[in-house]
């Protein structure tokens, strides 16, 4: 199998190849899965033609939705990218102020006395 330079340069390119139709298929599948404008009878038939004419279906989906396909993609980046904003706002927890007048309301209920004030107030601005 390996007897020559040109054998290990053409297993390469085949791996590449292979590697590239199964990202390619995988990207269609899930941009008919992620369309909800189509109906489920065209989803079975562009599938249908995925498994028996991969390449020359492959290359006519991304010809006929190609548009649609990056838009939607698009959109499903934007959804994401809110979606990680929200939860790192919920996360990040609350401000300094706030921080303050929770400890500022800890010390007028008598919880903690001047000093973990002052302590828990530097840690605030910090």
Do not use: N
Not at 1 to 17: A, C, E, K, L
Not at 21 to 42: C, E, P, Q
Not at 54 to 61: E, G, I, N, R
Not at 77 to 99: E, H, L, P, W
């Amino acid at each position: 199998m390996w007897d020559s330079f040109w054998d290990f340069i053409w297993y390469t390119v085949v791996i590449f190849i292979f590697v590239a139709y199964l990202m390619m298929l995988f990207w269609i599948i899930s941009d008919l899965f992620r369309d909800r404008a189509l109906s489920g009878w065209w989803k079975a038939v562009w599938m249908v033609f995925l498994i028996f004419i991969p390449w020359l279906t492959a290359l006519v989906y991304l010809i006929a939705r190609g548009p649609g396909m990056s838009r939607r993609a698009a959109e499903t980046q934007s959804q994401m990218q809110q979606q990680s904003d929200a939860y790192i706002r919920s996360v990040a927890g609350k401000s300094s102020a706030d921080q303050i007048a929770d400890a500022k309301a800890l010390l007028d209920a008598g919880t903690i006395d001047q000093q973990e004030f002052e302590a828990l107030k530097a840690k605030a601005l910090s």
